[in-house]
């Protein structure tokens, strides 16, 4: 079992940024590549933001440009920083790791984040 633990949702309002955290137990991410997904209400969940356990990332086309995963080895952390916030980013975000990266497409793994709200007011 891997426990993930997240922080960093809130209210904001349109244009403004957030930055959302997600810490796993030690070695996690440097054997495992990661994710994060969010889910609107009403809508599935849907993949934002994968990194590689190399370090490669893909974004969405929906936030390419606006949010950034980075990453903090030495205290086992993720991170996604999110710019340029629009209403329509207004979802739950859950981390994710431990899935397979196959022709350079994340698939979620088995452990998952408790979820952050965020929300963007217009």
């Known amino acids: 079992q891997v426990i993930l633990v997240e922080s960093g949702g809130g209210l904001v309002q349109t244009g403004g940024s957030l930055r959302l955290s997600c810490k796993a137990p030690r070695n996690t991410f440097s054997r495992n590549s990661m994710a994060w997904y969010r889910q609107a209400p009403g809508k599935q969940r849907e993949l934002v933001a994968s990194?590689?356990?190399?370090?490669?990332?893909n974004y969405a086309d929906s936030v390419k440009g606006r949010f950034t995963i980075s990453r903090d080895n030495a205290n086992n952390t993720r991170y996604l920083q999110m710019d340029s916030l629009k209403p329509e980013d207004t979802a739950v975000y859950y981390c994710?790791?431990?899935?397979?990266?196959?022709?350079?497409?994340?698939?979620?793994?088995?452990?998952w984040g408790q979820g952050t709200q965020v929300t963007v007011s217009s």
């Open positions: 990194i590689h356990s190399g370090g490669t990332t």
């Open positions: 994710n790791v431990g899935g397979p990266y196959t022709s350079g497409r994340y698939y979620a793994g088995p452990f």
